[in-house]
DNA sequence: TCACATCGTGAAATCGTTTCCATATCTGTA
DNA sequence: TACAGATATGGAAACGATTTCACGATGTGA
């Protein structure tokens, strides 16, 4: 492994000017550049990155945070933020929390020990006071996720306009007994903060006012995540002796879920029950019953969201929230 | 930030005592073991990672490359390779190829420049030439992907006898007109290497002698990668006047498309045209027509990489090669 | 022609660790 | 009692870059 030293000697001159070539620093004549960059070339030399990061300079990564990189959600914003930093020359540290607000606080402790230049958290396990102490290491901002009272650039979607758009089509639709499932822990927490869940509860909810109707907590089903508990959430709705007609299922898994198990009980989708997904995934087109779902604007997030870390490296300013729209995307299961 | 002398002056020590301390060496009294123990805590200190690396020490950090995130087979495989090496107290530098070679070497460059112990090679994009260089730098497996004549470990399902089991049991199943489709660029070049394509098509074609068939060429399709490439190879089908009556579609993906095309155009789906996917990915049991695949044991082969890795990390020998077994998983589709 | 700014260059300090070497103290044995 | 060997500790060099400082050479304007 070349050193600097190793190009200094076959350049012969000194370390400063090569590390000035380096850098491309001016006040180096052209000649002495040259010389320096051919001898970098024939000896294959590439500046260490541990001993640069050491002095404190860049290092031209950045920490992405997500729950879990098998959720095709997250595995396609990760590729669409690591997309455009990789056009930047920036590489990107996939961390997964796994939920978990330890394995979130790694990711920021990567800011800390100057192993990243800025951390883009896609995943939110800690509250905003504890992250917010890791921003004097450099920079982070909030994607998809976000709270109230954060001074950090967020890109994010329309959560509450999306979901009341999509209330009020299940009510053109027909629909008028809707069951709302989420992936948050209770429900009170969700009517207090402002956040991702909480805003697409109060859009389902001023939908719902709007047509005169209440709020009914059989209806209403917490800690969905997965198909199975989808699977869970359909077994609980049979068991009601007033069912709902329609249920907005927190995520298109969850809608899988419900559907399956639905099918395997003979209960016809939509007819008897119809599901609204969340996200469209990439394979919700092609179910069995191909669902009817609320697309989430994940590449352009993504996009923005890379965008948004590479003014912020460059110093240049940034909008405080940027908005992406969701879109209902209408097919055959509600 | 403290850092170690911070350390070493609270607990009114050397930097030497505090670092014995910090990689538990022997040759440090009880005593003082706590009381360094104790100001590290005061202080929060962490060692700074490049400052280890300088020195040269380890960084407890993995590369994995794979073509591209998104696609769930990769992202299971990642996952399952993550969680193995996180409890072993490593983190996990996720790759994506692109299928690109240059971006393959940047993993191995990070070999190269100390910034990983160790490289998994999920994706293979070099010649075996070129990645060979590379083993002096560090430690390099293969996973699921694998060439002849490579001297590092390598974990890998066995495609030959999947694909002959699979193709055997088309066979049991009724059909005899079986077309084969790949993402290799051309047939000519995986019949000459033993590779992982080429193990798949010498299983295809071993059965398909047994059953005193020979190869027809106009039912061999490459470069199949995507949904859409399926239902392209769906429309070449129909343009045939001597049809296959099952493909062998090379990923679920891929069966995906076609399943899908066909159904557009009214053609059945087993009954005109069979198919059979490969990969069982998770929503492959949730389609509109639930696809009889070739599961890969994706699982198996990441918990065995990772744990070959860490083997090699700590000296132990470990096996040449380690061969997971494939699975047929029977539903509709064929 | 003088004063002063700018340019080009190298020496040396610095970043935070690990590790080699030297030294001091402690053990057990002849 | 004396001495070899182990144990405990600290000092200082080393890792490979960046950056500050100093200094001579050159250019510019009056």
New binding site residues.
């Given amino acids: 492994?070349?050193?600097?030293?190793?190009?200094?000697k076959l350049a012969?001159?000194?370390?400063?000017?090569?590390?000035?070539v380096?850098?491309d620093?001016?006040?180096?004549?052209?000649?002495?550049?040259n010389s320096v960059k051919s001898a970098m070339e024939r000896l294959g030399?590439?500046?260490?990155p541990?001993?640069?990061q050491?002095?404190?300079?860049k290092t031209n990564t950045m920490a992405v945070t997500i729950p879990r990189i098998v959720n095709p959600f997250f595995s396609y914003l990760v590729d669409a933020i690591e997309q455009k930093l990789d056009e930047a020359g920036y590489s990107t540290l996939i961390v997964q929390t796994f939920s978990k607000a330890e394995e979130e606080l790694t990711a920021l402790n990567l800011l800390k020990n100057q192993q990243v230049d800025g951390v883009i958290l896609c995943s939110l396990e800690n509250t905003w006071s504890i992250i917010s102490d890791y921003c004097k290491y450099g920079k982070i901002i909030l994607v998809n996720e976000y709270l109230k009272d954060v001074h950090v650039p967020i890109v994010r979607a329309d959560q509450y306009d999306g979901f009341y758009k999509a209330t009020n089509f299940l009510f053109d639709e027909g629909y008028s007994k809707i069951a709302y499932a989420t992936g948050r822990k209770s429900i009170t927490i969700m009517e207090k903060e402002a956040n991702f869940d909480a805003d697409r509860f109060a859009g389902f909810q001023d939908s719902l006012s709007e047509h005169k109707l209440g709020l009914n907590h059989d209806w209403l089903f917490t800690n969905a995540h997965t198909a199975e508990d989808g699977k869970n959430i359909f077994k609980m709705i049979m068991a009601l002796d007033n069912k709902p007609d329609v249920i907005i299922a927190g995520s298109d898994e969850v809608a899988m879920g419900i559907t399956q198990e639905a099918e395997e009980q003979k209960v016809k989708v939509p007819k008897q029950l119809g599901v609204l997904g969340v996200d469209d995934q990439p394979v919700s087109a092609n179910l069995r019953i191909p669902l009817t779902t609320i697309r989430q604007p994940v590449n352009e997030m993504g996009q923005k969201a890379a965008e948004t870390m590479l003014h912020l490296m460059s110093g240049e300013s940034v909008p405080k929230v940027q908005i992406c729209k969701l879109k209902i995307i209408k097919r055959a299961s509600a």
Same sequence: chains 1, 2.
């Fill in positions: 492994m070349a050193t600097i030293s190793d190009v200094a012969g001159l000194s370390v400063s000017t090569v590390s000035r380096i850098n620093s001016p006040h180096v004549s052209e000649k002495k550049r030399y590439v500046p260490l541990a001993a640069r050491l002095r404190g300079s």
